[in-house]
């Protein structure tokens, strides 16, 4: 890490959307991941954020994003604390606004997993601490910055790679993957069927952050736009909340499915198949493709906590 790195402050900033970040902020909290990985593959835990007590709200299940939060406060000294949808009242007896502003008394710190990206705005508005967004209807921040110290770790760099995002385009994840993509230089394409493209005005403004970068975003519906990707990735056809629309998603998506053809089809045996999990293997991907040497998936995984403990040491530690 630089010491112009070293330099940067981001101490008391939300993390709701790779928008609100630079891409010398986004760099410097990959760099501070891989060092509190290094750190913690030594046995050396912290103190950077000792004394502080973080608020984790949930209201969709986790794995990873929760596990990550909760080993990463502790090793770092702070004291999670898990508030799931039937805890408090948030949005129901009572408003969110007011819910962040008790919260933001008692806590140090917020996490929110859930639906609305609106309230995880209204949380870091007026609870007057640092909000983290685990994941919303429409961004998912630190999962992409767990595939970015993946892919650095993988080939050394980001810049210039060809990502291919594969299946639902205007998810949460093909939205962050754009975002993400756009400021790092990353040149990005989205296969998807067309009634599943992302919006025209994230599209137009990551287009805009291209322009600083040189990278490219395509967005198509045919999967030869695979070729010479250096990774692909996919998620689930139905997110938390659509599961009435199972069927029918499967029937549309099935011919986008991450299988050994379409692997074939980049032209490299150098690809790599990426996945934020959980999967639903035999729909968005084979069990071979997920279970090859090709597969980073659980190195992926892994990074969650790494980058998202970067995100809370470089926002609420003392560093």
């Known amino acids: 890490m630089s010491q112009e790195e070293k330099d940067m402050t981001l101490k008391g900033r939300s993390f709701l959307t790779l928008k609100d970040f630079t891409a010398e902020e986004i760099d410097y909290l990959l760099d501070l991941a891989a060092e509190l990985k290094k750190k ?3 046995g050396i835990i912290g103190e950077t954020m000792k004394g502080k007590n973080v608020a984790l709200i949930f209201e969709k299940p986790s794995t990873r994003t929760r596990c990550a939060f909760t080993i990463g406060c502790i090793d770092e000294g702070a004291h999670p604390e898990y508030l799931g949808k039937d805890d408090i009242q948030l949005g129901h007896k009572e408003s969110v606004e007011d819910t962040a502003r008790v919260l933001g008394r008692m ?3 917020i996490e929110f997993r859930g639906f609305k990206h609106e309230n995880v705005e209204k ?9 983290w967004n685990g994941l919303t209807d429409d961004y998912h921040p630190t999962q992409i910055l767990a595939d970015f110290l993946t892919l650095k770790e993988h080939f050394g760099h980001l810049k210039g790679l060809k990502l291919v995002f594969v299946g639902d385009g205007r998810n949460n994840m093909a939205n962050s993957l754009m975002i993400g ?4 230089g990353v040149n ?15 599209v137009e403004l990551c287009k805009e952050y291209t322009k ?11 999967i030869k736009a695979v070729e010479g990707a250096d990774a692909i990735y996919t998620d689930v056809w139905c997110s938390m909340g659509e599961e009435d629309k199972a069927s029918e998603r499967v029937a549309l998506l099935k011919p986008y499915q991450v299988n050994k053809a379409m692997m074939d ?25 997920f279970e090859s040497p090709n597969s980073l998936v659980f190195d992926e995984a892994e990074n969650r906590l790494h980058s ?12």
């Open 40 to 42: 913690k593959k030594a």
């Open 107 to 109: 806590f140090d710190a």
């Open 123 to 131: 949380l870091a508005k007026y609870s007057g601490v640092p909000v």
């Open 181 to 184: 993509s756009a400021k790092m």
């Open 188 to 202: 990005f394409t989205i296969i998807a069927p067309k009634v599943l493209w992302p919006k025209e005005d994230l």
């Open 212 to 222: 600083e970068t040189g990278s490219e975003i395509v967005i198509t519906e045919d």
């Open 265 to 289: 089809m980049t032209g490299k045996d150098t690809t790599i198949f990426l996945h934020c999990l959980p999967a639903v293997k035999g729909n968005e991907v084979t069990e071979d493709v």
């Open 308 to 319: 998202i403990k970067a995100v809370m040491v470089a926002t609420l530690g003392n560093i």
